[in-house]
């Protein structure tokens, strides 16, 4: 029982946990991710068939990246906490 | 000063006067007519001599020793003259009159039309309810005379927090009465054949007492510790005294029946609180009874006393008997247990008391065959306790077990619901990215009380609840208190979602620091649950992250305390499984029970947009009761990169897509090429 207390006066001497983004946060910034997505996304389909696809596949990856990010911020601010 | 009182109360014909009560604070001032307005009066005011102010307290000083001046002789009253006045401090100056603060304010409504029994019924609901409650349920209400009544209570309760300085957020409807108007205002009304008929104007008011009470809140509270105290616990308290030198431990013994009974123990020295050390020891040599270990805080010299508190909790300990019972018929259990008190050692004297929650005791067995060792008689009953003994001179050994131990019950009367949660199963879900911690139960609940016999007639059980007779067996709400700070409440059973709840939130506080005040939610199950009926639900919430968790920044360790579970006051849990979710990636998993469990196991959990799955810790227990209502800690560290795993997953997909797209682009389906 003693290591049950060491551990208990421990949890109440550590500070907080502190999210990397703030809750309140995230319902603005899964919008403009989102938003940001869907305008690369179109950009994307505008773009003309190169036989190097940098361009393609920079914007590609952007919009891939700011998407998943987006989508974990838009599932925890609907409050399906991922 | 005079004219505005009595304007005030000619304001009282119901209409409310809030804006001129606004422009008066606590005591009611003098404005004077002087202003800007008129310049003249101002300068008269200022230079004109004044009334001189007079200080009551100082006159009446003053004028105290001059009645016994006047009477006394001439050189009496050169020496008291002669008295050097003393310097007035705080604690000399007593007021003359001492006010008493006023317990209670009473408002009515002026006579308005309206039936005294319409009335009452409003009247009625009111009755005994929390101001605001009160006044809320009239805004909502869709009687004729509700709005009448709001604006009354809502005055009534303005002038008791400005003008008997009570407490606003304290005050309760005391009693609400109606009375008829003064005389009854009758008319004729014509009906047929040439006869006439009288019709009734009626007229009536509403009066009401508003007095500080408890809130809500406390009244809750007080009936959860009314409810815990039901609980079958023993206390054997053990006087202790030394024969040989050098004794370090002592040894309780516990028949096989009872050690199989009792979920929680905890000895301790009379008056102290640190729980002394116990260790099982198993049975004995003659297999008469389960021994435990004691060690004694010190070693007990010869002829050395001690008083060692042995408190237990017995779960499934009692059975109802009548085994059935109809819904109107009583909830009778029966309580049963040893005669004698075992133990190692020889006994001098020992008593056994038997309290039951009610003094309405139906039955007690009296012991025979004990003559040898009692003085006076064998058992006594005084009000709710039934006194087994004193018996003097006990050796236990497996001889005296044959031939003089036995069984005593005792039937009694029990007033409250006996619940029994057959398996609870709690799920902790950990959100690092969400900041936000998920506690579902899912919780099968069985009404172990005496089952019912018949049918269930729904008419009587409205008929109850209407004359507030309710029957003791049969549960119709539950109470449970939620950590403060809970969002997104859900219950929800398996017809769908169960609307019959009220969550009473209190705002969310800081890790460590000690809750003042909890999340009330009062549960409602779909039907009331009778005797020997199920139910299963499930109830969740969500609280942020930063209330249970705790990061140690120099090894990166999370540490998360999760309560095993909420109580529900008075019932036992038979089954418990915690099953904490940590977040993906997590790693160096420990975790600490408060007591022991029965099994420990890690698996992997697996839900939204995960790739490896979560790793999850399950525990399981056995016979929770009040007592278990502790915390457990799990510490797990989760590296920046295991935290990135859900987006960038969600990046690879869309990118699938991308790349889908652009192969799509570049493939021609076309079927005619030209």
Same mark, same amino acid.
């Given at each position: 029982?003693?290591?049950?207390?060491?551990?208990?006066?421990?949890?109440?001497?550590?500070?907080?946990?502190?999210?990397?983004?703030?809750?309140?946060?995230?319902?603005?910034?899964?919008?403009?991710?989102?938003?940001?997505?869907?305008?690369?996304?179109?950009?994307?389909?505008?773009?003309?068939?190169?036989?190097?696809?940098?361009?393609?596949?920079?914007?590609?990856?952007?919009?891939?990246?700011?998407?998943?990010?987006?989508?974990?911020?838009?599932?925890?601010?609907?409050?399906?906490?991922? | 000063?005079?004219?505005?009182?009595?304007?005030?109360?000619?304001?009282?014909?119901?209409?409310?006067?809030?804006?001129?009560?606004?422009?008066?604070?606590?005591?009611?001032?003098?404005?004077?007519?002087?202003?800007?307005?008129?310049?003249?009066?101002?300068?008269?005011?200022?230079?004109?001599?004044?009334?001189?102010?007079?200080?009551?307290?100082?006159?009446?000083?003053?004028?105290?020793?001059?009645?016994?001046?006047?009477?006394?002789?001439?050189?009496?009253?050169?020496?008291?003259?002669?008295?050097?006045?003393?310097?007035?401090?705080?604690?000399?100056?007593?007021?003359?009159?001492?006010?008493?603060?006023?317990?209670?304010?009473?408002?009515?409504?002026?006579?308005?039309?309206?039936?005294?029994?319409?009335?009452?019924?409003?009247?009625?609901?009111?009755?005994?309810?929390?101001?605001?409650?009160?006044?809320?349920?009239?805004?909502?209400?869709?009687?004729?005379?509700?709005?009448?009544?709001?604006?009354?209570?809502?005055?009534?309760?303005?002038?008791?927090?400005?003008?008997?300085?009570?407490?606003?957020?304290?005050?309760?409807?005391?009693?609400?009465?109606?009375?008829?108007?003064?005389?009854?205002?009758?008319?004729?009304?014509?009906?047929?054949?040439?006869?006439?008929?009288?019709?009734?104007?009626?007229?009536?008011?509403?009066?009401?007492?508003?007095?500080?009470?408890?809130?809500?809140?406390?009244?809750?509270?007080?009936?959860?510790?009314?409810?815990?105290?039901?609980?079958?616990?023993?206390?054997?308290?053990?006087?202790?005294?030394?024969?040989?030198?050098?004794?370090? @431990?002592?040894?309780?013994?516990?028949?096989?029946?009872?050690?199989?009974?009792?979920?929680?123990?905890?000895?301790? =020295?009379?008056?102290?609180?640190?729980?002394?050390?116990?260790?099982?020891?198993?049975?004995?040599?003659?297999?008469?009874?389960?021994?435990?270990?004691?060690?004694?805080?010190?070693?007990?010299?010869?002829?050395?006393?001690?008083?060692?508190?042995?408190?237990?909790?017995?779960?499934?300990?009692?059975?109802?008997?009548?085994?059935?019972?109809?819904?109107?018929?009583?909830?009778?259990?029966?309580?049963?247990?040893?005669?004698?008190?075992?133990?190692?050692?020889? @006994?001098?004297?020992?008593?056994?008391?038997?309290?039951?929650?009610?003094?309405?005791?139906?039955?007690?067995?009296?012991?025979?065959?004990?003559?040898?060792?009692?003085?006076?008689?064998?058992?006594?009953?005084?009000?709710?306790?039934?006194?087994?003994?004193?018996?003097?001179?006990?050796?236990?050994?497996?001889?005296?077990?044959?031939?003089?131990?036995?069984?005593?019950?005792?039937?009694?009367?029990?007033?409250?619901?006996?619940?029994?949660?057959?398996?609870?199963?709690?799920?902790?879900?950990?959100?690092?990215?969400?900041?936000?911690?998920?506690?579902?139960?899912?919780?099968?609940?069985?009404?172990?009380?005496?089952?019912?016999?018949?049918?269930?007639?729904?008419?009587?059980?409205?008929?109850?609840?209407?004359?507030?007779?309710?029957?003791?067996?049969?549960?119709?709400?539950?109470?449970?208190?939620?950590?403060?700070?809970? @969002?997104?409440?859900?219950?929800?059973?398996?017809?769908?979602? =169960?609307?019959?709840?009220?969550?009473?939130?209190?705002?969310?506080?800081?890790?460590?620091?000690?809750?003042?005040?909890?999340?009330?939610?009062?549960?409602?199950?779909?039907?009331?649950?009778?005797?020997?009926?199920?139910?299963?639900?499930?109830?969740?919430?969500?609280?942020?992250?930063?209330?249970?968790?705790?990061?140690?920044?120099?090894?990166?360790?999370?540490?998360?305390?999760?309560?095993?579970?909420?109580?529900?006051?008075?019932? =036992?849990?038979?089954?418990?499984?915690?099953?904490?979710?940590?977040?993906?990636?997590?790693?160096?998993?420990?975790?600490?029970?408060?007591?022991?469990?029965?099994?420990?196991?890690?698996?992997?959990?697996?839900?939204?947009?995960?790739?490896?799955?979560?790793?999850?810790?399950?525990?399981?227990?056995?016979?929770?009761?009040?007592?278990?209502?502790?915390?457990?800690?799990?510490?797990?560290?989760?590296?920046?990169?295991?935290?990135?795993?859900?987006?960038?997953?969600?990046?690879?997909?869309?990118?699938?897509?991308?790349?889908?797209?652009?192969?799509?682009?570049?493939?021609?389906?076309?079927?005619?090429?030209?």
């Amino acid at each position: 029982m003693d290591n049950y207390e060491a551990i208990q006066a421990l949890h109440k001497s550590l500070p907080a946990f502190s999210p990397y983004v703030s809750a309140s946060l995230l319902p603005p910034i899964a919008l403009i991710l989102l938003t940001s997505t869907f305008a690369l996304a179109f950009y994307f389909s505008t773009l003309p068939k190169d036989t190097f696809p940098l361009r393609e596949t920079a914007v590609a990856s952007i919009a891939s990246v700011l998407g998943g990010f987006g989508v974990v911020a838009l599932f925890c601010s609907v409050g399906v906490n991922v | 000063m005079q004219s505005i009182t009595r304007q005030l109360r000619c304001g009282h014909s119901g209409i409310p006067v809030h804006f001129r009560l606004a422009a008066t604070p606590s005591r009611i001032q003098h404005r004077s007519a002087s202003s800007y307005y008129n310049p003249l009066q101002w300068i008269q005011e200022k230079f004109a001599p004044k009334a001189r102010k007079v200080d009551p307290l100082e006159e009446k000083r003053a004028g105290d020793g001059q009645e016994k001046q006047g009477q006394q002789s001439v050189f009496e009253a050169a020496v008291s003259q002669a008295k050097v006045p003393k310097k007035a401090s705080v604690e000399s100056i007593r007021p003359a009159v001492i006010k008493k603060k006023a317990t209670e304010h009473k408002y009515s409504t002026a006579n308005f039309k309206i039936s005294h029994r319409k009335l009452n019924m409003l009247g009625r609901q009111i009755s005994g309810k929390p101001i605001d409650h009160a006044i809320v349920q009239m805004q909502f209400s869709e009687k004729r005379a509700s709005s009448r009544i709001k604006s009354m209570l809502a005055t009534a309760k303005l002038h008791a927090t400005a003008y008997k300085n009570l407490d606003s957020s304290r005050l309760v409807v005391a009693e609400a009465w109606v009375t008829k108007g003064p005389k009854q205002l009758k008319r004729l009304e014509p009906r047929g054949r040439g006869k006439f008929g009288i019709r009734v104007h009626p007229d009536s008011r509403m009066h009401v007492v508003l007095r500080e009470g408890k809130t809500f809140e406390q009244l809750k509270k007080e009936q959860r510790a009314r409810r815990l105290k039901r609980i079958v616990s023993a206390g054997t308290t053990y006087a202790v005294k030394a024969l040989q030198p050098g004794q370090t @431990t002592y040894q309780i013994m516990l028949s096989k029946a009872e050690r199989a009974k009792t979920s929680w123990l905890d000895v301790k =020295v009379k008056g102290q609180t640190v729980p002394l050390e116990v260790a099982e020891l198993g049975e004995d040599e003659s297999s008469i009874g389960h021994l435990l270990s004691v060690s004694l805080p010190k070693e007990l010299a010869v002829n050395g006393t001690l008083n060692l508190v042995l408190e237990t909790v017995q779960t499934h300990a009692t059975h109802p008997y009548p085994e059935r019972a109809t819904q109107k018929e009583p909830q009778l259990l029966k309580y049963e247990a040893d005669l004698f008190i075992t133990s190692p050692y020889a @006994t001098l004297v020992q008593r056994t008391k038997v309290r039951s929650s009610s003094p309405n005791v139906v039955s007690y067995t009296t012991p025979h065959d004990v003559d040898s060792f009692v003085k006076d008689g064998s058992v006594t009953k005084s009000g709710a306790t039934i006194t087994y003994g004193p018996y003097y001179n006990i050796q236990m050994d497996a001889d005296f077990i044959a031939k003089y131990q036995q069984r005593i019950s005792v039937h009694y009367n029990f007033d409250h619901p006996v619940l029994e949660v057959k398996t609870l199963c709690r799920t902790a879900e950990i959100s690092h990215w969400g900041s936000n911690l998920n506690i579902e139960d899912d919780i099968y609940l069985r009404n172990a009380g005496p089952t019912l016999k018949g049918h269930f007639s729904r008419l009587e059980h409205q008929s109850q609840s209407y004359f507030r007779k309710f029957s003791a067996h049969i549960l119709s709400d539950l109470t449970l208190h939620l950590p403060p700070g809970v @969002t997104n409440a859900y219950y929800y059973d398996q017809n769908g979602n =169960v609307s019959t709840s009220h969550l009473r939130k209190t705002p969310s506080v800081a890790k460590g620091s000690k809750a003042s005040q909890y999340s009330v939610l009062e549960l409602k199950p779909r039907y009331p649950v009778l005797g020997g009926w199920n139910y299963s639900y499930t109830i969740g919430f969500d609280t942020p992250l930063e209330d249970s968790v705790s990061y140690d920044a120099n090894n990166g360790i999370y540490n998360i305390g999760i309560p095993v579970m909420t109580l529900i006051p008075g019932a =036992v849990v038979d089954d418990a499984e915690v099953k904490i979710i940590l977040p993906e990636g997590a790693t160096n998993v420990e975790f600490i029970s408060p007591f022991p469990e029965l099994s420990s196991t890690m698996s992997t959990h697996i839900t939204y947009l995960d790739t490896t799955g979560r790793p999850a810790v399950i525990l399981a227990y056995k016979d929770l009761t009040d007592k278990h209502t502790g915390v457990i800690y799990v510490s797990y560290q989760v590296p920046f990169s295991a935290h990135l795993k859900k987006p960038l997953s969600v990046s690879a997909a869309f990118f699938s897509l991308f790349a889908f797209a652009f192969m799509a682009r570049r493939v021609d389906l076309r079927l005619h090429k030209k």
